[in-house]
């Protein structure tokens, strides 16, 4: 029986074994609340889905590189190795040599799994820099509004995100949290590298415990964890600007706003008072006027105000808030109705984005730097926002705005993807299918045959992390773990690392890629950062062989000292904001100067677009958030998602009186559909949502009923075949993938059976 070994996910630590070919996995023993996600792990080790070999499509291997409709639709052949690497070496030279590097794209978007040194997006950005370079894509879907906004109206992105609010002051002093988009505790399962103990339950439990106050505004109820005891304020999905108007109303008219902080602190107060009075456009934004956008009463929200002003107070935004229209608005409005309560800096108090959202997020910072592998210089200036993917490649040369810069999209060749799924995270997946038909060539790395495996026209076969060793480490958490290789790799899988190595034997670029040095050799040199700035600043620093041997690592964490929002409110001089005046932008001449419609000098209510381009108008709300039972598509084939499916399909929840009025009944197949495309799901009837609002997590892996039609129907429950593919706005042009509005039905007759689990069967060469 093999030992149990160090491991480390995006989930968590643990340890794992083989035991009569199982996987075994044990929690990490410091884990005060383990993810039950981990339960997905075991499938990465044996299920059909995993890609075990080399991959052509049949028309790319007969026909040759070339824009090709039968993407997504067509077969595969399983090749050698060495032919294809071959093929995709070749190719690689064709279209640099003749298109140059801005031909390719190479952004290759995704989370990927934990490890420092086997990164695939290092991997790939760092393999096509040493060809000529490729054309990037910046910020996420995770967070693209609030980016770009941040930097001008708060200071950088990660200062707000991670530096300023933690739980332990929020356990020690908040009086009330009031949480737009809530906390939902499935979200702090999961860290982008680790998250080796799940402490936010804890830390809500004994606020609340104290007497804190949790203030949910969400359309969903269990957008809070039990330990919160939070009081529910169920809104209409996307008002949220309205709401916070409406507070701010109040604030201003009751005069309960914090004047002498917004005259040292911020500037463009009164410009905005001004439209918060209708002074400025005629329409003032009272609680009235806010409880008709956004459904909650108007006695509530003079009472919440009220509430607010008096105590200790901690305004929370959501990724998910911002992940919609004109999703910069409430990013904005958040920080401007925390700079009215006058408690930004204070213990407790003020502004956090994105807390609870991912498990390391308001835990203390780590003194140290972790392991990263260099990528090397991109001699490719040209970028995209990320999630304007489609619009790329259906459009090149067209123009677009972004972030006050008038931009053209590139002419794109040949796309590389490692480490991420377009057909998980895009939007409007009928618009990215035909999208995916442009490019000359698609070449994507993979562990599983995803949906985006499916669209590609070579797949090469990645290992996952318990075939390899790495090491695991996050910002924000305070171990670093020694990632042991668990199993043999899986079928003929090799590691990114690997492959991109046998490419760059091919194409002259071994000795710059690899430094002639083994994956085990790479491990030893990235633990070195860490290792010599312990040392460096007079801490235990053992070297690689001790650490491995140990299998982990305590990293030391920085005191809470209320980071750059506690050092401004204590001297502003001093300690200036980085934004154009060095203080909070309430009014921003920048953005200002860009002259967009849709994003003006301040936060301001836009109504969402209208959602009338069908035939009826389409009446419900769809709330496509993070799965509780997976990280995004990830492992979807594994025990803890499949467990969820109801007949295989992806649950969808609605409210008794929607279904109600549409003859639906819990367990029942239902069709979704608008003006974008169509999916069935199973139909959960639950009062946890607000009546009006649906819920369908993402995730479900996209099998279109018929690969070969122009409009694909998602027999599996795929929400972003629904979704709509706009940007925020000119500023940022995020991801909206957050909310779209749909209709459903019972689905009459025999539904199809869901069959994106089963094998793929390949076909021969003729
Ligand atoms: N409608 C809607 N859409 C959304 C969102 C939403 O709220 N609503 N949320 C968005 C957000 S916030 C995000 S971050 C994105 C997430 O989108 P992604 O990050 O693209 O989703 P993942 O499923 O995590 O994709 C990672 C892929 O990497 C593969 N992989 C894992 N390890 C390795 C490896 O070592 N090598 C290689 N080559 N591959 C590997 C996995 O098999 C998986 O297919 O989705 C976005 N999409
Ligand atoms: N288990 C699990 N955890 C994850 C992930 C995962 O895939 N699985 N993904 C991780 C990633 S990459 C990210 S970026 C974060 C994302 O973090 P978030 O974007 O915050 O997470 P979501 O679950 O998409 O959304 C949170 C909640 O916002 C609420 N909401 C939606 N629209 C509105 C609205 O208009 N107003 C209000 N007030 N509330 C609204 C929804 O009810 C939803 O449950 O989660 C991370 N954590
Ligand atoms: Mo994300």
Redesign the pocket.
Known sequence: MTPFKTHSSHWGAFSGRVRDGVLEIRPHACDPHPSPLLGNLPASADSPMRIRRPAVRRGWLEHGPGAAAARGADEFIEVEWDEALALVAAELRRVYDTHGPQAVFGGS?????A?RF???QSQ?HRFLNLLGGYVKSVN????GAAMVIMPHVLGPYDHVERKSVTWDAIARSSQMVVAFGGMAIKNADVHGGGNSAHIVRDRIGSASARGCRFILVSPLRDDFPPEANGEWLSIIPGTDVALMLGIAHVLATEHLHDRAFLDRYTVGYLTFEAYLTGASDGVEKTPDWASALCGIDTETIRTLARDMARSRTLVTVS??LQ?ADHGEQPVWMGIVLAAMLGQMGLDGGGYAYSLGALGNTGKHDLTVPLPTLDQFRNPVADFIPVARIADMLLQPGAPYAYNGQARRYPDIKLVY??????F????DLNRLRAAFRRPETII?????W?S??RHADIV?P????LERDDIGAASGDPLMIAMKQLIAPVGEAR??YAIFSGLARLLGTAEAFTENRSARDWLAVLYDTTRKALAASGQEAPDFETFWAGGELALPVKPDTGGPARAFRDDPHASLLATPSGKIEIFSQTIESFGYEDCQGHPRWYPPHAEAEGANPVPLHLV???PHQR?????DYGAVSRATKIAGREALRIHPIDAAARGIQDGDVVRLFNARGSCLAAAVLSEALRPGVMQLA??AWFEPHDPTAEEATCIHGN??IL?RDIGTSQLAQG?T??L?RVEIERFAGTPPPVRIFEPIRFAHRS
């Open positions: 978007y995704g989370w990927a799994s490890g086997h990164h695939a790939v996420t879907y995770s967070s990724h998910s992940r993807w490692a480490g991420g799924n377009p998980h995270h895009h939007q994507v790395h993979e562990t599983a995803t985006s495996a090469l990645a290992t996952t992390t590691d990114d496509c958030n993070q990280l995004h598509s990830q492992l993402t995730g929400p972003n979704t991801c993938g957050q779209t």
